[in-house]
């Protein structure tokens, strides 16, 4: 049509700002997680070699072991948010190399002080990476069809990193020194530093008033209060100890004042009305309860394979690998799944499953069964990810686009949080079903059988200086306690799974795919430079005329039939197009 141009808005897949890109700025992602996963995991195997050589006493290594989760679980939400003002790149990159000086660091300690410290680095790059990596892949995929695929393959490469940890952490051991378990961080990092630069794209919330310091401090100071306490709950410490007890109770009272100061304020660090939208504080519940089933449940299962049916560590390993290669395909079946069975359905399914996979389990005994090990194992790593991919997504696509780092903050702190309770409410069900059962074994001394209460490694342990019958008698008192408890636990956990069923019951039914506007393009976008509405995207103008500005500017929806209007005509003139290499000009 001479003399007329035409601006048409493209389907909801195109308009709502996706490229070829973002599934590169998906692969940096997943590395950085990849990083921190290996790291949360793969000093597990190399405490019995920092003690030979640092010889730290036992609080050293206790801290040596949580001060990394710890501190991590803690800044989440203080970082996230600051990703959401000043930048998620920004705060992902700084976080790439504060994460690798501390490598260095921890590799290279001469003193178990030095190592404390430097695993606290760790934790504040990990707390800096973690959330940035979940907001900016919000942001870089907005069509939700494509978020789900993306969030899939992330949670699958966690799953990774999380059971790779443990066996690279071994190997490195066998032919190298302790520090080389951090040394692995540092050449990745070098690479993701440059690499990340260059290809993520910079994206922020708004920045409506100033940002809340005193309530981020609060946050921090306050979980790390709550995380602290709860882990010393789970190592077995007195309840009402001094330094179980402060720590809740401050955590507690801090997280309380800052929820009302968050309440209270125009422009809140964290937005508690998030928390109103049934499927975004239903699926941040779902998150604690399956943390808290998996975590305390792997801690168990894997006391039982080496202490009961006598397995070494690497065994151990690899037959918990099953798990992680069920987390895996389901992490990666995860969006056809969810475009299938909808988000409520999906979680649901996963609960279920997984509790039928916990009651499964529960036919374990003193004997090595390794076809019912197998399979309750692949059902249960199955239906865990079925149900913390459905919840992530769901959480994640419920919040505000610029609110992503504040959710994704939140999602990773309800993560940390079911880990520790977990591992807290469990060992203390498993503690209570064990230890009654060996006050009464014949032949054993009062004190013995008291301290043989503690643990089943302990147990042995007294059983091997007792010798004889009795020390075999208590030998297998503790086993088929041990047996019993974990029975015990696993219909507990089962319930808790059952739970999150019926808690699930309250997300949306099916997959919504609306578009949203605002999205960051990855492919289209310049690093540090933010993307607008449509008419700012419109290249190569500079001054539109009203009919075309109100034209670009009408919301749409996904599927309805388009009018008229959408089309502008008898539009006679327009500022000359841009230089080739901007963004596209209307044709």
């Not at 979680?347 to 005994?365: D, P, Q």
Request: proline fraction near 6%.
């Amino acid at each position: 049509m001479s003399g007329t141009t035409t601006a048409e808005i493209g389907p909801c897949r195109r308009a709502t700002g996706t490229g070829a890109n973002r599934w590169v700025v998906l692969v940096v992602l997943c590395v950085s997680l990849l990083l921190v996963a290996l790291d949360a995991t793969v000093l597990h195997v190399a405490v019995p070699a920092v003690t030979e050589d640092l010889r730290p006493g036992a609080e050293q290594l206790l801290w040596i072991v949580d001060v990394y989760p710890l501190v991590c679980a803690s800044l989440l939400i203080l970082f996230g948010t600051l990703g959401d003002r000043v930048g998620r790149r920004r705060v992902l990159l700084l976080g790439y190399a504060l994460f690798g000086v501390a490598s260095a660091v921890a590799a290279l300690s001469h003193s178990a002080d030095t190592l404390i410290f430097a695993r606290a680095l760790l934790g504040v790059g990990g707390a800096m990476i973690m959330p940035a990596t979940l907001s900016i892949l919000r942001q870089v995929f907005p069509d939700r069809r494509e978020r789900a695929l993306a969030i899939g393959i992330w949670s699958a490469v966690a799953a990774v990193g999380a059971a790779v940890g443990p066996l690279l952490g071994g190997f490195l051991l066998e032919h190298f020194w302790w520090g080389s378990v951090f040394l692995v961080n540092i050449p990745l990092m070098l690479v993701s530093l440059p690499i990340g630069r260059m290809l993520l794209p910079e994206s922020r919330g708004e920045r409506d008033g100033p940002w809340d310091v005193l309530g981020a401090l609060m946050a921090a100071a306050g979980l790390f209060g709550v995380v602290l306490g709860v882990k010393r709950l789970g190592g077995g410490e007195p309840p009402l100890s001094v330094l179980t007890l402060m720590p809740l109770l401050v955590g507690a009272a801090l997280l309380y004042l800052f929820v009302r100061r968050q309440s209270r304020r125009t422009h809140p660090l964290v937005d508690l009305r998030m928390f109103r939208r049934p499927a975004f504080s239903t699926s941040v519940g779902c998150i604690v309860l399956a943390m808290l089933a998996l975590v305390g449940l792997e801690l168990i299962a894997a006391q039982y394979l080496q202490l009961v049916l006598g397995l070494s560590p690497l065994a151990t390993g690899l037959r918990l690998l099953p798990l992680t290669a069920a987390a895996m395909a389901a992490g990666l079946a995860g969006a056809r799944m969810l475009r299938g069975l909808g988000p409520r359905r999906m979680v649901v399914s996963g609960f279920c499953l997984t509790a039928a996979a916990v009651v499964l389990l529960t036919a374990m005994g003193g004997q090595d069964n390794t076809p019912l090990l197998l399979s309750g194992f692949v059902l249960l790593g199955f239906g865990l990810e079925t149900t913390l991919f459905g919840a992530y997504e769901s959480m994640l696509s419920e919040a505000p686009a610029d609110r992503a780092g504040g959710a994704a903050a939140i999602g990773e702190t309800s993560y940390q949080l079911g880990a520790g309770i977990g591992i807290a409410l469990l060992g203390s069900v498993m503690n209570r079903a064990y230890a009654p059962a060996l006050t009464s074994v014949p032949g054993v001394p009062a004190a013995d059988r008291a301290a043989a209460g503690h643990s089943l490694g302990e147990a042995y342990e007294i059983a091997g200086r007792l010798g004889g019958s009795a020390g075999e008698a208590l030998r297998q008192a503790a086993r088929n306690s041990f047996v019993h408890g974990l029975h015990v636990t696993l219909l507990v956990s089962a319930g808790l799974l059952l739970l999150g069923a019926v808690m699930a019951l309250r997300l949306p039914r099916t997959m919504n795919c609306a578009p949203e506007s605002g999205a960051v393009d990855a492919a289209d976008e310049t690093p540090g430079v933010r993307t607008g509405t449509a008419v700012d995207r419109v290249a190569g103008v500079t001054e539109l005329p009203e009919s075309v500005a109100s034209a670009l500017s009408e919301p749409r929806i996904s599927g309805a039939a388009e009018p008229a209007a959408t089309s502008v005509t008898s539009v006679t003139e327009l500022p000359p197009p841009r230089e080739p290499g901007k963004p596209r000009a209307i044709a």
